[in-house]
Structures are given as C-alpha cells and as structure tokens.
C-alpha cells in the first residue's frame, strides 16, 4: 500500500501529512518513507554516489535533497530544481524549560522565526523535534512526538489589560506555557525523554518545538477549505513530492528531476542544511560527477538549468483587501501564483517567470500573478539566496492562504491539485 504522503495531491491528503509532521525533522521522515515505497534509495553523505542512474535522496537533519537520474542523457543534463523550506514559526523550548511561577508549573519557551504571537494563546499544544541520546559509548538522534495537550499559552484576561481589548505580548515575559500546578513532580523533560523510551538523563542534546494538537481538517459549509497548521510551507513538501514522484515516472523529460527541501528558511537559511549554505550545490555536483563528468560538465549542466522557488502566497483577504496591491488581487482557489518583486526579496525575472507561466499552460491550470504593496515590508523565500549559490535561474511561486505564519491557516482545498500538477510539469517540462 503506498505510504499516506504519496497518495494523489487532495486536501485530506496534505491534512495528513501535516499531521504526521509536527516538526522538520518528521517532515523528512514522512517524503523520506514516500519516496522509499517509490523506490528512492537513501545515500548517506559520506559514502561515494552510485555511478549509475536511479532515484535516491539525502536527509541532513531537517533538510531533505531527492533526485532521479533515471531519464538523464548524460552528465551535462539540466536540472529543473523545486526547492522548499520544512520549518514553520512556532514556540521552542529553551535549554533549561522547567519554572515554577505563582503556584504553576511552567515551560520556558522562545519563539522561532516571525511567528504570530498571538496565535499561539489558549491552544492544547503538544511537543516534538529530536533528542540526541547516549547509545554505549556515543550518541544516536531520535525523533520525539507528544502529540497530547500537554501545554497552554494562556492569555490574560480581558479586565486586566489597559484598554479591554487586548495585549502586546513581550516574547521573552508572555509565551510560556503552562503544565501543571507547583504540586507536580518532575520535569518536561522527563516527558520528552519518557516519550522515547529513555531518562532525562540520557538526554545530551535537542531541538524541541510545540504544535497545535488539533487536527488538520477539510472545513466550510461546502468542504472546499483546509484549515491546518504549518501550511506555510508544508503545502510545497507535499504537493513538491507529489510532483517529484511524476516526474521520476516521466521516460524522457530531458532534465534531471530534483527536490531540495531546507531547514532554517524562516530565520535567513544561514546554517549547514539551510538555502544559504552548500548543501544544494554539493549534491548537484556529485550528481554529476557520479555520471562521469567533470566541473566543466557541471557548469554546462547548470546553464540550463531552473529552480522553482515554492513557498505559500498571500491570497487577499477579505477584511483588509486595502492591505494588497492594485491590480494584483489573488484569489483563493484560482490556481498557483507567479511572485514578483523589483528589490529581489523573489527570485523571478522574465526568463524564469516565462518558464514557470509554460509549466501552468502544459498542465492546464490558471496562472496569478502577485505583486506586494510598494509601503509594506516584501518577505522573502528561499528563491534569492538559492539563485546566489547556484548561480541558476531562479523563479518564485506559490500556493495562495490566508493566516501565514499563525499557528493555524486557511488554503481553498482546489489548489491542491491545481498546486501539485503545475510543479510536477516544471519538474517534468515538455518536449
């Protein structure tokens, strides 16, 4: 039976995913298991690349590269690259979480990247990431899920704010979460460590994050939204796998079909497995010359080569239609959108912009075109930074929601499909 994460691109099935993986690290693990039931071999980093075609991939913590060769002519074949991020804004825990506080038992949280704070209040949050744990004499990494309401964010009452209408929250004062009453024992991470089987002894190291414990869901009077969280951006995870798999079916695409998802893009990528770094560029290069090519034929095979930057996209909201540009509304439900951006926050220019606007027409879905207000601060994506190290033309697109970076969105459940089918014809162009 083939594994949840590689069934057809459907908002169940993105619901699904997400809820399989609460952190980067499950993210990996969940396409890593799709792809093995696709016949993608794993390639530990240092061992030397099989010099013959197939598909295989790479996991860096919470940073995946997949790729298949099995179509390729030779070392100077281009790449069409989907590049991702696995990380979401969400609350982490510090390394010493446990406080006791005004008769509560409290964990001290941080939060990561530009997460919207207020979001996260009154939520049943559970706990996940991964702990490094003694084995003998070294050390082994296991991947930790609480999926149980274990913690709440409580916000303060109305009556005691100064205007009764709510509060600035301080990051470093307002976001830990309670666990308990003082007259518990024990600690969080005797939770965490219980979760694995071991003792909070044998605990050397972790990355632990918190997550909305409610589940993904198909909602609205007709069944055509999906509420969840995280979307921003395991909506290009999935439905990027999804197009990777048709890809890798597709006999004679002429390119060499690859998916590169990076941890850290929500706080600048600058880390060993983020975009900024060479983990791309590394594996493009053995790649070729595993094929049996040189650097010359890997700077030829650069040349032609295209990444797609997919990351999700502000559809325009209802209530403050004001705060989008002109012109440039984007409808939910209205198929993937090109981003554009004069001051290269997006990668896009005409060239790449043309390629992705072909990949919509060879899969019959509609193009939107997203330009953001010239007064308001542009985000960015992993799209500039991967164009910089590859030196590869670089177009930005995405998928439309509403709530990016809360700790719960909205997407219209049509884009899925619409999503999936015009990545996977980038991936797999026409000849």
Known sequence: MPHP???PATAENLATFVDASPSPFHVCATVAAALETAGFARLDEGDAFPTEAGRHYLVRGGSLVAWSTTSAAGPTTPF???AGHTDSPNLRLKQHPDRRREGWRTVALEPYGGAHLNSWLDRDLGISGRVTV???GGATTLLVHVDEPVLRVPQLAIHLSED?????????????AIWGLDTGHGSVLDLVAGSVGR????LLNWELMTHDTAPSRVVGVDHDLLSAPRLDNQGTCFTGLQALLHAADQPDSGVVPVLALFDHEEVGSQSDRGASGRLLVTVLERVVLAAGGAREDLH??????VVASGDMAHATHPGYAERHEPGHHIAAGGGPVLKVNQNLRYATDAGSGAVFALACEQAGVPLQRYVHRADLPCGSTVGPMTAAQTGVSTVDVG?????MHAAREL???ADVPLYAAALGAFLAPAR
């Open 300 to 305: 030829r095979a650069l040349a032609g080569s």
């Open 399 to 403: 998928a439309p929601q509403l709530a």
């Open 5 to 7: 994460a590689a069934n």
């Open 164 to 176: 009764r209408k709510g509060v600035t929250l301080d990051p470093q004062r307002h976001v830990d």
């Open 199 to 202: 003792e909070a002894g044998d």
């Open 134 to 136: 003694r084995d003998g």
């Open 411 to 413: 997407m219209a459940a």
């Open 80 to 82: 069409r690259v989907l």
